[in-house]
């Protein structure tokens, strides 16, 4: 791979990890209101919504890894 490309998914892999960064925060905001719900709401319909935000943030947050490790694994090749 030559200079150019590496320089290029250097800079790919930067924007990711910015992204991966702010869905982060967001997953901390969403699982910090599920976390302070009343008692009397955990299990209603709010709280599995919450749960299920949190849930699909952290894949999402799994996959924005993966890309970044694989796209690292190329420049290093």
């Known amino acids: ?9 250097n800079q790919i892999n930067d ?5 991966y960064e702010d869905l ?3 997953k901390d905001q969403e699982e910090e209101y599920r976390d302070n719900m009343p008692e009397n709401l955990q299990g209603s319909e709010r709280y599995e919504k919450a749960d ?8 999402a947050l799994e996959s ?5 490790d694989n796209i690292q ?5």
């Open 52 to 59: 299920d935000a949190v849930n699909m943030l952290e894949e």
């Open 15 to 19: 924007l990711i990890a910015s992204v």
């Open 73 to 77: 694994e190329v420049i290093e090749s």
């Open 1 to 9: 791979m030559n200079k150019q490309r590496r320089a290029t998914l």
């Open 64 to 68: 924005l890894q993966q890309a970044m």
């Open 24 to 26: 982060e925060s967001c």
